[in-house]
């Protein structure tokens, strides 16, 4: 019985991030997701409180997959590959399939405080993501010593500003833009010789 009632819980919390990463948290409704995985509206209120504390836990069990996913794709490489996955993974020619969760989530925390809550969690652990890869790039010796929190704000409200700029304005030249603009900090910055970053 506790296997089949985890099994629907996770039914439901991976039926509403599909919906999420689709329309974005705050156009979906529970009427769709009571359509998109053919279960009652009761079903789903009877796993979880409210609305929000579903949507909580969907887009914090998704985010934390995602970390780890990432985690154990960098783990074996060399820090410049390390930081040209973390670059990509914001800076890309194909577009975030995820953006529209994130960008709601991002809304969302300007006015509510339980989602302000999670953002901030997950924005402190893409942080140490990007200071373990600074860390490791010491290390070996192809980054120069420097003060490593500062450096990674530095360089992930960069990535950041770009990654909006071009979810908002998207084009060529742009993506182009952003790309020389990130690797001329690098290089400035972080690198201890000339090593092309992106």
Do not use: C
Not at 98 to 121: D, P, V
């Amino acid at each position: 019985m506790k296997a089949k009632s985890e099994l629907m819980r996770e039914k439901i919390l991976n039926g509403v991030v599909e919906l999420f990463i689709e329309k974005g948290i705050e156009n979906v409704t529970t009427r769709e997701l009571t359509e998109h995985i053919g279960v009652s509206r009761s079903h789903i209120y009877h796993y979880f409180k409210d609305w929000q504390s579903l949507s909580i836990e969907a887009v914090a069990n998704f985010m934390r997959s995602e970390l780890a996913e990432f985690r154990t794709i960098i783990t074996p490489l060399p820090a410049i590959q390390k930081l040209q996955e973390f670059i990509h993974g914001m800076i890309s020619e194909e577009p975030d399939p995820t953006r529209k969760l994130y960008g709601s989530l991002w809304l969302l925390s300007t006015h509510n405080g339980a989602y302000a809550e999670q953002m901030q969690f997950f924005l402190d652990e893409w942080h140490k993501v990007l200071t373990y890869i600074i860390d490791s790039g010491i290390e070996e010796g192809v980054f120069q010593r420097v003060d490593v929190h500062r450096t990674a704000r530095q360089l992930d409200a960069m990535l950041f500003g770009y990654s909006e700029h071009l979810f908002t304005l998207p084009s060529s030249a742009a993506l182009l833009q952003a790309k020389e603009d990130i690797e001329s900090f690098i290089e400035m910055n972080l690198l201890s010789d000339n090593i092309n970053v992106i």
